[in-house]
Protein backbone atom coordinates (compact mmCIF):
# COMPACT_ATOMS: atom_id res chain seq x y z
CA UNK A 1 0.00 0.00 0.00
CA UNK A 2 1.51 3.54 -1.06
CA UNK A 3 1.48 5.92 2.07
CA UNK A 4 -1.22 8.74 2.17
CA UNK A 5 0.44 12.13 1.96
CA UNK A 6 -3.15 14.19 2.42
CA UNK A 7 -6.12 12.94 3.47
CA UNK A 8 -9.14 15.05 3.43
CA UNK A 9 -12.61 13.83 5.24
CA UNK A 10 -15.46 15.96 5.53
CA UNK A 11 -14.57 19.08 4.67
CA UNK A 12 -16.44 22.10 4.59
CA UNK A 13 -15.24 25.69 3.54
CA UNK A 14 -17.31 29.18 4.30
CA UNK A 15 -16.43 32.41 3.35
CA UNK A 16 -18.57 35.01 5.15
CA UNK A 17 -18.37 38.62 3.11
CA UNK A 18 -21.22 41.57 4.94
CA UNK A 19 -22.99 38.86 6.14
CA UNK A 20 -23.26 36.89 3.19
CA UNK A 21 -22.13 33.45 4.01
CA UNK A 22 -20.77 31.05 0.63
CA UNK A 23 -20.30 27.56 1.28
CA UNK A 24 -17.55 27.32 -1.23
CA UNK A 25 -16.22 23.65 -0.47
CA UNK A 26 -18.97 20.56 0.84
CA UNK A 27 -18.51 17.54 2.56
CA UNK A 28 -15.34 16.79 0.76
CA UNK A 29 -13.45 13.93 0.90
CA UNK A 30 -9.75 13.46 -1.13
CA UNK A 31 -6.75 10.77 -0.72
CA UNK A 32 -3.94 11.56 -2.53
CA UNK A 33 -1.31 8.92 -2.43
CA UNK A 34 2.80 8.83 -2.40
CA UNK A 35 3.82 9.81 -5.97
CA UNK A 36 0.87 10.17 -7.51
CA UNK A 37 -0.62 12.72 -10.04
CA UNK A 38 -3.93 14.03 -8.49
CA UNK A 39 -6.44 15.93 -10.98
CA UNK A 40 -9.23 17.96 -9.31
CA UNK A 41 -11.32 18.97 -12.27
CA UNK A 42 -14.02 22.04 -12.37
CA UNK A 43 -15.11 24.75 -14.10
CA UNK A 44 -13.98 29.05 -12.50
CA UNK A 45 -16.15 28.82 -8.89
CA UNK A 46 -16.11 25.13 -8.17
CA UNK A 47 -14.06 25.41 -4.58
CA UNK A 48 -10.91 24.18 -6.41
CA UNK A 49 -8.33 26.86 -5.18
CA UNK A 50 -10.15 27.10 -1.61
CA UNK A 51 -9.29 23.28 -0.78
CA UNK A 52 -5.53 23.79 -2.24
CA UNK A 53 -5.35 27.14 0.31
CA UNK A 54 -7.52 25.01 2.79
CA UNK A 55 -4.76 22.39 2.42
CA UNK A 56 -1.74 24.57 2.89
CA UNK A 57 -3.43 26.69 5.80
CA UNK A 58 -3.43 29.91 3.57
CA UNK A 59 -7.69 30.30 3.75
CA UNK A 60 -8.36 34.23 5.13
CA UNK A 61 -8.08 34.09 8.99
CA UNK A 62 -11.13 35.84 9.50
CA UNK A 63 -13.64 35.74 6.79
CA UNK A 64 -13.33 32.22 6.30
CA UNK A 65 -14.42 29.38 8.35
CA UNK A 66 -13.62 25.63 8.08
CA UNK A 67 -14.89 22.53 9.43
CA UNK A 68 -13.55 18.72 8.91
CA UNK A 69 -10.34 17.58 8.93
CA UNK A 70 -7.47 17.87 6.47
CA UNK A 71 -4.01 15.57 7.77
CA UNK A 72 -0.55 15.91 6.21
CA UNK A 73 1.22 12.41 6.70
CA UNK A 74 -1.02 12.19 9.90
CA UNK A 75 -0.30 15.40 11.13
CA UNK A 76 -4.02 17.89 11.50
CA UNK A 77 -3.42 20.84 9.88
CA UNK A 78 -7.19 22.69 9.54
CA UNK A 79 -7.18 24.49 13.08
CA UNK A 80 -3.43 24.04 13.17
CA UNK A 81 -1.28 26.63 14.72
CA UNK A 82 1.29 29.13 12.52
CA UNK A 83 4.26 27.31 13.56
CA UNK A 84 2.96 24.00 12.43
CA UNK A 85 1.95 25.47 9.27
CA UNK A 86 5.10 27.27 8.28
CA UNK A 87 7.18 24.33 9.35
CA UNK A 88 4.61 22.04 6.63
CA UNK A 89 4.21 24.82 3.88
CA UNK A 90 7.41 24.76 1.71
CA UNK A 91 8.76 21.63 2.99
CA UNK A 92 5.95 19.06 2.70
CA UNK A 93 3.59 20.86 0.67
CA UNK A 94 4.33 23.55 -1.71
CA UNK A 95 1.71 25.39 -4.29
CA UNK A 96 2.28 27.23 -7.86
CA UNK A 97 -0.37 29.89 -8.25
CA UNK A 98 -2.43 30.56 -11.40
CA UNK A 99 -0.56 33.84 -12.63
CA UNK A 100 3.41 33.68 -12.38
CA UNK A 101 3.38 37.36 -13.19
CA UNK A 102 1.81 38.31 -9.79
CA UNK A 103 3.83 35.70 -7.93
CA UNK A 104 7.26 36.68 -8.50
CA UNK A 105 8.91 39.71 -7.29
CA UNK A 106 9.80 42.37 -9.81
CA UNK A 107 12.51 43.80 -8.11
CA UNK A 108 14.76 40.98 -7.38
CA UNK A 109 16.37 39.36 -9.42
CA UNK A 110 15.19 35.33 -10.15
CA UNK A 111 18.12 33.63 -8.66
CA UNK A 112 17.72 35.79 -5.52
CA UNK A 113 14.16 35.02 -5.33
CA UNK A 114 14.77 30.95 -5.36
CA UNK A 115 18.01 31.24 -3.14
CA UNK A 116 15.97 33.23 -0.42
CA UNK A 117 13.80 30.07 -0.48
CA UNK A 118 16.28 27.77 -0.21
CA UNK A 119 18.37 30.06 2.87
CA UNK A 120 14.69 30.22 4.65
CA UNK A 121 14.79 26.08 5.08
CA UNK A 122 18.50 25.67 5.09
CA UNK A 123 19.64 28.43 7.70
CA UNK A 124 23.16 27.01 7.63
CA UNK A 125 23.93 26.78 4.09
CA UNK A 126 26.99 28.99 3.19
CA UNK A 127 26.29 31.37 0.05
CA UNK A 128 28.51 29.17 -2.43
CA UNK A 129 26.56 25.96 -1.71
CA UNK A 130 23.04 28.53 -1.87
CA UNK A 131 24.40 29.62 -5.36
CA UNK A 132 25.07 25.83 -6.50
CA UNK A 133 21.76 24.84 -5.30
CA UNK A 134 20.35 27.59 -7.53
CA UNK A 135 22.03 26.63 -11.00
CA UNK A 136 20.90 23.05 -9.99
CA UNK A 137 17.29 23.60 -10.00
CA UNK A 138 17.27 26.30 -12.65
CA UNK A 139 18.77 23.36 -14.78
CA UNK A 140 16.35 21.03 -14.08
CA UNK A 141 13.20 23.40 -15.29
CA UNK A 142 15.09 23.84 -18.34
CA UNK A 143 16.91 27.85 -17.64
CA UNK A 144 20.58 28.43 -17.85
CA UNK A 145 22.12 29.31 -14.88
CA UNK A 146 23.31 32.27 -16.63
CA UNK A 147 20.22 33.81 -16.69
CA UNK A 148 19.74 33.97 -12.69
CA UNK A 149 21.29 37.44 -12.77
CA UNK A 150 18.10 38.55 -14.95
CA UNK A 151 14.56 40.09 -13.54
CA UNK A 152 11.31 38.42 -14.27
CA UNK A 153 10.40 41.28 -16.65
CA UNK A 154 13.39 39.94 -19.07
CA UNK A 155 11.42 36.27 -18.70
CA UNK A 156 8.57 35.00 -21.07
CA UNK A 157 5.40 33.68 -19.35
CA UNK A 158 6.57 29.85 -20.21
CA UNK A 159 9.80 30.55 -18.11
CA UNK A 160 8.30 32.63 -15.29
CA UNK A 161 6.75 29.72 -14.81
CA UNK A 162 9.36 27.28 -14.76
CA UNK A 163 10.79 29.65 -12.16
CA UNK A 164 7.97 29.60 -9.95
CA UNK A 165 8.02 25.41 -10.22
CA UNK A 166 11.38 25.53 -9.05
CA UNK A 167 10.57 27.84 -5.95
CA UNK A 168 8.00 25.26 -5.32
CA UNK A 169 10.12 21.92 -5.93
CA UNK A 170 13.44 23.74 -4.36
CA UNK A 171 13.10 22.07 -0.78
CA UNK A 172 11.38 18.94 -2.24
CA UNK A 173 8.74 18.63 -1.03
CA UNK A 174 6.19 15.61 -1.00
CA UNK A 175 3.46 17.50 -2.28
CA UNK A 176 3.31 20.31 -5.26
CA UNK A 177 0.04 21.55 -5.29
CA UNK A 178 -0.18 23.26 -8.96
CA UNK A 179 -3.68 25.44 -9.52
CA UNK A 180 -4.06 26.06 -13.05
CA UNK A 181 -0.28 26.51 -13.89
CA UNK A 182 -0.81 26.86 -17.23
CA UNK A 183 -4.13 28.83 -18.01
CA UNK A 184 -2.20 31.78 -18.47
CA UNK A 185 0.22 29.70 -21.07
CA UNK A 186 -0.15 29.35 -24.88
CA UNK A 187 -0.83 25.72 -25.45
CA UNK A 188 2.98 24.59 -27.00
CA UNK A 189 4.28 26.50 -23.59
CA UNK A 190 1.42 24.80 -21.67
CA UNK A 191 2.85 21.36 -22.95
CA UNK A 192 6.74 22.16 -22.09
CA UNK A 193 5.37 23.32 -18.45
CA UNK A 194 3.84 20.28 -17.90
CA UNK A 195 6.50 17.93 -18.77
CA UNK A 196 8.88 19.98 -16.45
CA UNK A 197 6.48 18.98 -13.73
CA UNK A 198 6.02 15.90 -14.63
CA UNK A 199 9.85 14.49 -15.20
CA UNK A 200 10.24 16.42 -11.65
CA UNK A 201 7.86 14.45 -10.05
CA UNK A 202 9.61 11.48 -11.58
CA UNK A 203 13.06 12.80 -10.47
CA UNK A 204 11.82 13.67 -7.07
CA UNK A 205 8.86 11.21 -6.16
CA UNK A 206 7.09 14.11 -5.24
CA UNK A 207 3.32 13.74 -5.46
CA UNK A 208 0.97 16.52 -7.33
CA UNK A 209 -2.29 17.75 -7.09
CA UNK A 210 -3.11 19.30 -10.26
CA UNK A 211 -6.19 22.14 -10.35
CA UNK A 212 -7.31 22.26 -13.55
CA UNK A 213 -10.22 23.29 -15.60
CA UNK A 214 -8.81 21.48 -18.35
CA UNK A 215 -9.80 17.53 -18.66
CA UNK A 216 -7.37 17.43 -21.86
CA UNK A 217 -4.40 17.48 -19.40
CA UNK A 218 -6.12 15.26 -17.00
CA UNK A 219 -6.11 12.53 -19.51
CA UNK A 220 -2.54 13.27 -20.33
CA UNK A 221 -1.35 13.30 -16.52
CA UNK A 222 -3.24 11.81 -14.01
CA UNK A 223 -3.09 8.77 -12.29
CA UNK A 224 -6.85 10.28 -10.86
CA UNK A 225 -9.40 12.35 -10.92
CA UNK A 226 -11.79 14.14 -8.82
CA UNK A 227 -14.63 16.62 -10.66
CA UNK A 228 -15.99 19.46 -8.27
CA UNK A 229 -19.04 20.87 -8.66
CA UNK A 230 -20.30 23.46 -6.26
CA UNK A 231 -17.93 22.75 -4.12
CA UNK A 232 -19.15 19.04 -3.79
CA UNK A 233 -16.93 16.12 -5.21
CA UNK A 234 -19.67 14.74 -7.76
CA UNK A 235 -17.36 12.13 -9.44
CA UNK A 236 -14.23 10.23 -8.61
CA UNK A 237 -12.15 7.44 -10.29
CA UNK A 238 -8.74 6.15 -11.47
CA UNK A 239 -7.52 7.68 -15.00
CA UNK A 240 -9.15 5.05 -16.51
CA UNK A 241 -12.59 5.08 -14.63
CA UNK A 242 -12.98 8.67 -15.69
CA UNK A 243 -12.10 8.18 -19.28
CA UNK A 244 -14.01 5.40 -19.69
CA UNK A 245 -17.04 5.62 -22.56
CA UNK A 246 -18.22 2.60 -22.08
CA UNK A 247 -18.66 3.37 -17.85
CA UNK A 248 -21.56 5.42 -16.57
CA UNK A 249 -20.77 9.18 -15.29
CA UNK A 250 -21.89 11.92 -13.66
CA UNK A 251 -24.01 14.05 -16.01
CA UNK A 252 -21.71 17.46 -15.26
CA UNK A 253 -18.68 14.89 -16.26
CA UNK A 254 -20.55 14.12 -19.86
CA UNK A 255 -20.75 17.74 -19.79
CA UNK A 256 -17.29 18.64 -19.14
CA UNK A 257 -16.43 15.79 -21.76
CA UNK A 258 -19.14 17.63 -24.39
CA UNK A 259 -17.09 20.80 -24.35
CA UNK A 260 -13.70 19.24 -25.42
CA UNK A 261 -12.77 19.21 -28.82
CA UNK A 262 -12.93 15.86 -30.17
CA UNK A 263 -10.15 15.09 -32.09
CA UNK A 264 -11.02 12.38 -34.29
CA UNK A 265 -13.77 14.90 -35.92
CA UNK A 266 -13.07 17.85 -37.76
CA UNK A 267 -15.86 19.17 -36.95
CA UNK A 268 -15.52 21.12 -33.40
CA UNK A 269 -18.02 19.36 -31.10
CA UNK A 270 -18.00 22.48 -28.06
CA UNK A 271 -20.80 21.82 -26.62
CA UNK A 272 -20.64 23.83 -23.31
CA UNK A 273 -23.31 23.39 -20.62
CA UNK A 274 -25.74 25.53 -20.82
CA UNK A 275 -26.52 27.77 -17.44
CA UNK A 276 -23.70 28.55 -15.04
CA UNK A 277 -22.56 27.39 -12.02
CA UNK A 278 -24.59 28.59 -8.83
CA UNK A 279 -22.80 30.96 -6.38
CA UNK A 280 -21.76 29.46 -3.10
CA UNK A 281 -23.88 31.91 -1.63
CA UNK A 282 -26.98 30.48 -3.46
CA UNK A 283 -26.70 26.91 -3.56
CA UNK A 284 -29.96 25.18 -4.92
CA UNK A 285 -31.60 22.01 -2.84
CA UNK A 286 -31.29 18.95 -4.01
CA UNK A 287 -28.32 18.00 -6.25
CA UNK A 288 -26.43 21.61 -6.86
CA UNK A 289 -26.29 20.65 -10.41
CA UNK A 290 -30.11 19.60 -10.98
CA UNK A 291 -30.78 23.47 -12.76
CA UNK A 292 -28.42 22.45 -15.58
CA UNK A 293 -28.57 18.90 -15.38
CA UNK A 294 -30.38 17.53 -18.80
CA UNK A 295 -31.08 13.94 -17.02
CA UNK A 296 -32.89 15.80 -13.54
CA UNK A 297 -35.95 14.11 -12.23
CA UNK A 298 -38.40 14.87 -9.48
CA UNK A 299 -35.87 14.05 -6.42
CA UNK A 300 -32.81 14.91 -7.48
CA UNK A 301 -34.73 18.85 -6.44
CA UNK A 302 -34.82 18.02 -2.58
CA UNK A 303 -32.60 16.30 0.40
CA UNK A 304 -29.09 14.99 0.02
CA UNK A 305 -27.48 13.06 -2.69
CA UNK A 306 -25.45 9.73 -2.05
CA UNK A 307 -22.78 8.01 -3.76
CA UNK A 308 -22.73 5.03 -5.48
CA UNK A 309 -18.90 3.10 -5.50
CA UNK A 310 -18.19 0.28 -7.43
CA UNK A 311 -14.17 -0.61 -7.52
CA UNK A 312 -11.81 2.39 -7.23
CA UNK A 313 -15.06 5.16 -9.32
CA UNK A 314 -17.48 6.64 -7.28
CA UNK A 315 -20.78 9.24 -8.66
CA UNK A 316 -22.70 11.23 -6.40
CA UNK A 317 -26.59 10.98 -8.90
CA UNK A 318 -29.61 9.44 -8.46
CA UNK A 319 -28.89 7.79 -11.75
CA UNK A 320 -26.48 5.55 -10.14
CA UNK A 321 -28.25 5.02 -6.95
N1 LIG B 1 -11.84 35.18 0.01
C1 LIG B 1 -13.09 34.92 -0.44
N2 LIG B 1 -14.17 35.53 0.11
C2 LIG B 1 -15.42 35.25 -0.33
N3 LIG B 1 -15.72 34.38 -1.31
C3 LIG B 1 -14.68 33.75 -1.89
C4 LIG B 1 -13.33 33.97 -1.50
N4 LIG B 1 -12.52 33.20 -2.26
C5 LIG B 1 -13.34 32.51 -3.09
N5 LIG B 1 -14.64 32.84 -2.88
C6 LIG B 1 -15.81 32.27 -3.57
O1 LIG B 1 -15.83 30.87 -3.35
C7 LIG B 1 -16.19 30.18 -4.55
C8 LIG B 1 -15.12 29.18 -4.90
O2 LIG B 1 -13.96 29.89 -5.28
P1 LIG B 1 -12.61 29.17 -5.68
O3 LIG B 1 -12.22 28.22 -4.61
O4 LIG B 1 -11.63 30.24 -6.03
O5 LIG B 1 -13.04 28.34 -6.97
P2 LIG B 1 -12.20 27.86 -8.24
O6 LIG B 1 -10.75 27.87 -7.88
O7 LIG B 1 -12.75 26.49 -8.54
O8 LIG B 1 -12.52 28.82 -9.34
C9 LIG B 1 -16.40 31.26 -5.60
O9 LIG B 1 -17.78 31.51 -5.73
C10 LIG B 1 -15.69 32.45 -5.07
O10 LIG B 1 -16.31 33.65 -5.47
MG1 LIG C 1 -9.14 28.79 -8.77
Request: some cysteine; glycine content about 8%; hydrophobic content about 40%.
Amino acid sequence: MAETLLEIRDLNVRYTTDGIIARAVNHVDLNIEAGEIFGLVGETGAGKTTIALASMGLLPRYTSQVEGSIKFKGREIAGANENVLRDIRGKNISMIFQDPMTSLNPVFPVGTQIGDVIKWHNKSLSKAEVETQVDEILKMVGIAPERKREYPHQFSGGMKQRVMIAIAIVCKPDLLIADEPTTALDVTIQAQVMMTMRNLQKQLGSSVLLITHDLGLVAMFCDKVSVLYGGEIVEHGALEDIFDNSRSHHPYTVGLFGSLPDLHSRASRLNPIAGLMPHPAELPAGCKFHPRCPERMEKCQTGEVGASSSGTHSIKCHLFA
